[in-house]
């Protein structure tokens, strides 16, 4: 399979602490992207990074790139309750999305 | 904008029936995708379109069949549903390549 693989598989911290969830995979990718899913929901697009980048922020999202090491990290700093979810990475190749298992992120008020 | 509109949100099957599950976008998107979540599986690809007329196959293509109807619509059938058919099936629509993916809210489908 080249699905994406997220660790760790789930989650739990407290209010104000900050969140990193990681993500492997086995191919060469044109892009990286985040996602987040509620409960019962559709999946909802967080970040893209290209495969020629190596850092991207938006807002409290902060995503890393390393294509060396076919692997990504998502940091949400400064949690909140809201950010309870799960988080899904999707490499990107060819026309296809290869989407993993997720982490699912609990966040204590 | 509605975005990707998927109807419908529930359905409930015997064994051996036959549906269409139908996918909607509003943003002119050329590519489409249909996938299916079960607990501890992710999203698998069923299948995708990249532009109007062509469809490809993913990872689990067995047992379904689509449509591209035109750039709006793609639609998924279950010609003899079973019960492993059972699970959350999204559509998902992208507009340019390299950029990210629309869902729809889904449909859980059961087949019993």
């Known amino acids: 399979s080249q699905q994406g693989e997220e660790d760790p598989q789930a989650l739990s911290i407290q209010e104000g602490e900050n969140a990193t969830m990681n993500c492997s995979y086995k191919t060469s990718i044109n892009n990286l992207q985040w996602y987040r899913q509620n409960s019962g929901r559709g999946l909802v697009h967080l970040i893209l990074i290209r495969s020629n980048e190596r850092e991207k922020h938006s807002g409290r999202l902060r995503v890393t790139l390393d294509t060396s090491k076919k692997s990504s990290s998502l940091l949400i700093t400064a949690s909140r309750a809201a950010d309870t979810a799960s988080y899904f990475c999707?490499?990107?190749?060819?026309?296809?999305?290869?989407f993993g298992t997720g982490t699912s992120l609990t966040v204590i008020p | 904008n509605a975005g990707v509109t998927q109807t419908p949100k529930f359905q409930v099957l015997k064994t051996g029936q036959s549906m269409t599950l139908q996918c909607a976008q509003d943003?002119?998107?050329?590519?489409m995708y249909w996938y299916r979540q079960d607990p501890g599986m992710g999203l698998r690809l069923i299948y995708y379109?990249?532009?109007?007329?062509?469809?490809d196959k993913g990872e689990v293509p067995n047992g379904y069949n689509v449509s591209r109807l035109n750039k709006r619509e793609f639609s998924l059938r279950l010609e003899s549903a079973a019960p492993s058919q059972t699970s959350v099936y999204f559509c998902?629509?992208?507009?340019?390549?390299?950029?990210?993916?629309?869902f729809g809210n889904g449909t859980r489908l059961t087949v019993t």
């Open positions: 999707a490499p990107f190749t060819g026309n296809q999305f290869y």
């Open positions: 943003m002119n998107h050329n590519s």
């Open positions: 998902a629509s992208m507009g340019q390549y390299n950029s990210p993916l629309h």
């Open positions: 379109s990249a532009s109007e007329g062509t469809t």
